[in-house]
């Protein structure tokens, strides 16, 4: 089992839809959590960090996090054919500092 | 955010030379920074944990002295390909955690070894 484990996809959702993307870990002492977009041919940028259970919201973007399922969560509302990227999900554990990231998921958003 | 910056951002040698890669933080300290490596569709995968006043960190299966990583200061870390060959051509991506654990990653170099 992968420490951090996404749906590789391809996810495709319509323009102004709503895109969920899912990522799973495996390290119940995970202390925090973020979601990295990356586009063809550049480097990961963040997007989200959360770091308590609920809700985080930015924008179109909002996280969710729920430690006793050990399970994060990205939606994007209104999704726009510039989201169109793969999303990587991270977790940071007791080794401060390093993320284990999971293998992404590539999403398409078709206008 | 915080902002890393990776020189050069492209790169093209012949098989058997080195390369050196550089990577700066430039509005913060870390005493640590992280280098990975992404070939074409697949996902990262971390080569190595550069600490500032120490030695590098390496993943299994990664060759520490093909891959010499120096983390001259709380700003700099450097990866040197040395002997590169074919295989080596990948896109090298170094970040960099603040103080609030968060990564931020360089623009990336993108290595072709002819």
């Known amino acids: 089992q992968k420490e951090v484990e996404q749906n590789s996809g391809p996810l495709s959702v319509p323009e102004g839809a709503i895109a969920s993307l899912n990522c799973t870990y495996s390290d119940r002492v995970s202390q925090s959590f973020f979601w990295y977009r990356q586009y063809s041919g550049k480097s990961p940028e963040l997007i989200m960090s959360?770091?308590?259970?609920g809700d985080k919201e930015d924008g179109r973007f909002t996280a969710q996090l729920n430690k006793a399922s050990q399970y994060v969560s990205l939606l994007i509302r209104d999704s726009q054919p510039s989201d169109s990227a793969t999303y990587l999900c991270a977790v940071n554990g007791t080794n401060a500092g390093k993320s284990t990231f999971g293998d992404g998921t590539t999403l398409t958003v078709k206008p | 955010g915080a902002v890393v910056s990776q020189h050069p951002s492209r790169v093209i040698c012949k098989s058997g030379t080195s390369v050196k890669i550089e990577c700066r933080s430039l509005?913060?300290?870390?005493?640590?920074m992280f280098w990975y490596r992404q070939f074409p569709k697949q996902s990262l995968m971390l080569m190595a944990t550069s600490n500032e006043g120490s030695k590098a960190t390496y993943e299994q299966g990664v060759e520490k002295d093909k891959f010499l990583i120096n983390h001259a200061s709380l700003t700099l870390s450097t990866l040197t390909v040395t002997s590169a060959h074919p295989e080596d051509s990948s896109f090298y991506i170094c970040?960099?955690?603040?103080?609030?654990?968060?990564?931020?990653f360089g623009p990336g170099t993108r290595l072709l070894v002819l």
């Open positions: 959360i770091y308590s259970n």
């Open positions: 509005d913060f300290q870390a005493t640590t």
């Open positions: 970040s960099a955690p603040t103080r609030q654990e968060t990564q931020y």
